[in-house]
């Protein structure tokens, strides 16, 4: 059977413009969900179909290093003063589910979620739905290095809702991160980190400090989250980006827990279709935070996929080759229409 390239050849199609032409194609079209507001545990119909899933690992898979930092603490603005947070040494080893009841961290909390409509099953406020996952929670606050406090919990009491408030006391920076099934449309599972002081149009791992990337690989490990899964930011500008895997699961910190280079590799790839689709959903709903809409994969997609994968079936290094394609695609979409901009500083 002819290649692809020889195909083009022989139609005297210049190769080049038509990888271009579907490279930069759009990526789908959205339907919107009927049911709305309704029960996360129900959906009328069969959602329709999608782009084949990146294969999906389980919880003890290997866990990756933590990207080499691009951190800049200039992107976290009105930095909490230390006297602030001192009050949050009491509650080193208390239940999380009774720090949240506190007041002085009840403020604090407020100070860090931003304030946009997220669902969780429905449409609640991002609080609002911390809240119900902290709740209860006999999960310890940890802190390490005297400096970094986790308060977590994973008491959702459906579809496996799970999270955390991530506090550096010395730099005075805060994050959070949320983990569900969403059964919405959206890319499932998900976890999505968050903070007001961020007002970035788009971010990866490394872009956040090097302690909460270790502190969220633990905290997954922990409470059984994939290590390769859709991962989205939402900050001050109130929009829900992607949270690029920018991470390398074939740089373990220590080598001899290294998995087989061909399971890093594919777990790489699937990190990079993950973020593809996550990428490819965003666009389609405008970035909302309680976006309910599912995603449907059009012909032009789908045609590059069967590109990517033909070009790099005949290449030295099949997985390395789609992993950058991939990537490359991503970015695409993400600069397509990109989300717009606060300047620092701005409210």
């Known amino acids: 059977m002819p290649s692809f390239r020889a195909c083009l050849r022989k139609l005297k199609i210049s190769y080049f413009p038509v990888f271009t032409a579907l490279f930069l194609m759009p990526t789908g079209i959205l339907l919107s969900n009927a049911a ?5 545990n129900t959906q009328e119909g069969a959602p329709p179909p999608q782009s084949p899933e990146p294969r999906r690992q389980e919880p003890q898979a290997q866990q990756p290093q933590a990207p080499v930092s691009k951190y800049d603490k200039a992107i976290f603005l009105n930095a909490i003063p230390n006297d602030q947070l001192a009050f949050l040494n009491q509650f080193v080893g208390m239940p999380s589910g009774d720090v949240v009841r506190d007041k002085q961290f009840r403020k604090l909390m407020k100070s860090v979620i931003p304030d946009p409509m ?3 099953g429905w449409d609640m406020p991002l609080a609002n739905a911390l809240d119900i996952v902290l709740k209860g929670s006999p999960q310890p606050v940890q802190m390490r290095d005297g400096r970094y406090v986790m308060v977590s919990g994973r008491s959702g ?3 496996a809702g799970r999270g955390f408030i991530w506090i550096d006391m010395h730099d005075g920076v805060a994050l959070g991160g949320f983990y569900f099934h969403p059964t919405n449309g959206e890319p499932t599972p998900s976890v999505t980190v968050f903070s007001r002081q961020v007002k970035e149009e788009s971010i990866g791992l490394s872009q956040l400090p090097p302690t909460f990337a270790e502190d969220l690989s633990r905290w997954s490990r922990e409470l059984n989250v994939p290590p390769v899964t859709t ?5 001050g500008i109130s929009k829900k980006i992607l949270l690029e895997h920018d991470e390398d699961y074939c740089a373990p910190l220590d080598e001899a827990t290294a998995p087989p280079e061909n399971d890093c590799e594919q777990m790489n790839a699937d990190a990079a279709d993950v973020d ?6 965003l666009d389609q709903t405008h970035y909302a935070t309680n976006a309910t809409a599912w995603m449907i994969t059009a012909p032009d997609q789908i045609a590059w996929i069967q590109l990517r994968d033909n070009t790099c079936r005949v290449g030295p290094n099949p997985l390395g080759c789609h992993i950058r394609m991939t990537r490359e695609r991503t970015h695409v979409i993400i600069r397509r229409n990109p ?3 606060l300047p620092h500083g701005s409210s």
């Open 157 to 159: 009491p459906y579809l």
């Open 118 to 120: 997220f669902h969780y």
């Open 231 to 235: 991962r989205y930011f939402i900050g």
């Open 276 to 281: 593809m689709n996550a990428a490819s959903y």
């Open 339 to 341: 989300v717009p901009h």
């Open 36 to 40: 709305g507001h309704g029960s996360a």
